[in-house]
């Protein structure tokens, strides 16, 4: 089995793991030879910059403790590709990814259109979904919104919009102004859309939403954040006080989406289930993941992408709440896409600890082009050493905050792989 899905990874990987090429027109030919399963399906569309995943994570959980069938649909994958596509939480199976990469890579090369490796696993997903009867899709936008693949879906039920910040200058453009307007290219005429009244973006989309006569949903939870005990716990609006396994400050602004999102969804998607909404989100609360994504380890570790200058921020800001008697050491790498001379900036201190790390990828930040930019003592470190500091119990005098990429994360815990 192992060697039928590398075949199959191969072909999603023959022009690399960075080529993008954004458009509708290739994956609306192949879909509409599949007969276009998106039309099948009811779909949740999410775009943004941050935060994206978060939202998502915690969206299906809630719905999947309804009693629902979840399709969720997520990029970037962290160790596998299976990781993209989910129903209920659980990975696609390698065997699974591998027939269907076979069989679009058949169509679209029997038609002489080239998908990119997005396009290829957004049709796996549609026609996953479709095949296994989902109740509902939660669909993450790739990269933007208006030409992204996943902006084929021409009806959602619903989309959210989260935080939007500088990223993707290449592509996005230079500007939030800029930046909003594509994301905002995800919204349909008259489906309502979640977006909080504090994203950066807010007027532009606010402006387009009116344009196409959508219900903008904008109400204000009261959401507040404790830590005690290595413990994260939430209060809405008042009312008693749950586990949260999500950490970040961000996060407040994330369930607020995923709390009207699903106020709206009570009207339509789930209006003859029978629920106690109360004890569906305390133990969604508890029990929702999302890896490599301050993911606190051991008690000593956090593990974060911070691949953005908005997330850098929003990660030391986390850190100064969280643990701000903790003596913090970074292992740090970047790739050179991202602005990791703006990045390192906001967040370091003088006080911490750094140590880089280059790990094996086209795109990787060289340790010298760091070192010339970081003006503070550094040290090198190579991959064994961060496993050992990770598995390290007695470490916990002492926080380790592993960030800069996924890719990186990846690399470091590549033996989690799946046999």
Same mark, same amino acid.
């Given at each position: 089995m192992e060697e039928i899905f590398q075949k199959a990874i191969n072909i999603l990987n023959k022009n690399g793991k960075f080529y993008i090429e954004l458009g509708l027109s290739r994956i609306e030919k192949v879909l509409k030879l599949f007969n276009n399963p998106q039309e099948d399906l009811k779909i949740i569309h999410i775009a943004g910059t941050n935060g994206k995943g978060s939202t998502c994570a915690m969206l299906c959980e809630l719905l999947k403790n309804v009693g629902l069938n979840v399709g969720l649909y997520t990029s970037p994958h962290i160790l596998s590709y299976c990781e993209r596509i989910k129903i209920n939480n659980i990975d696609i199976k390698k065997e =699974?990814?591998? &027939? %269907?990469i076979f069989k679009i890579e058949k169509v679209s090369k029997e038609n002489n259109t080239h998908l990119t490796e997005f396009e290829i696993l957004t049709v796996a997903a549609f026609l996953y979904f479709k095949k296994e009867n989902v109740d509902v899709v939660i669909l993450e936008t790739g990269l933007g919104g208006r030409f992204d693949a996943t902006n084929i879906v021409k009806k959602p039920i619903l989309t959210i919009i989260t935080s939007i910040s500088i990223d993707h200058k290449d592509r996005l453009g230079n500007t939030i102004q800029?930046? $909003?307007? &594509?994301?905002? @290219?995800?919204?349909? &005429?008259?489906?309502? %859309?979640?977006? !909080?009244?504090?994203?950066? #973006?807010?007027?532009v989309i606010k402006n387009i939403a009116v344009q196409k006569n959508v219900q903008v949903i904008l109400n204000e939870n009261d959401i507040k954040l404790n830590f005690k005990n290595n413990k994260n716990y939430v209060k809405?609006? !008042?009312?008693? /006080?749950? /586990?949260?396994?999500? %950490? #970040?400050l961000w996060q407040v602004e994330n369930l607020n989406l995923v709390l009207n999102a699903f106020d709206y969804l009570k009207d339509n998607l789930l209006k003859n289930i029978n629920y106690n909404q109360q004890e569906v989100l305390k133990f969604s609360l508890k029990n929702v993941k999302w890896d490599y994504r301050f993911q606190f380890l051991n008690n000593h570790v956090i %593990? =974060? @992408? $911070?691949?953005?200058? =908005? $997330?850098?921020?929003?990660?030391?800001? !986390?850190?100064d709440f969280y643990f701000k008697d903790k003596k913090i050491q970074f292992i740090y790498g970047s790739l050179n896409t991202k602005e990791y001379e703006k990045i390192v900036n906001v967040l370091f201190t003088p006080n911490d600890d750094i140590f880089l790390y280059e790990f094996n990828c086209q795109n990787a930040v060289k340790v010298k082009d760091l070192e010339r930019i970081i003006n503070k003592p550094l040290k090198i470190i190579n991959k064994s050493q961060v496993i050992n500091i990770i598995n390290d119990k007695k470490e916990d005098e002492k926080l380790t905050i592993i960030c800069g990429s996924f890719y990186m994360l990846g690399e470091i815990f590549e033996e989690k792989k799946a046999a």
């Open positions: =699974d990814l591998s &027939e %269907l800029q930046i $909003a307007f &594509e994301k905002a @290219g995800i919204i349909k &005429e008259n489906v309502p %859309l979640v977006i !909080s009244k504090y994203n950066q #973006g807010f007027n809405i609006n !008042s009312n008693e /006080e749950y /586990e949260f396994n999500l %950490l #970040g %593990l =974060d @992408g $911070a691949h953005n200058f =908005d $997330a850098a921020i929003k990660l030391r800001k !986390s850190l």
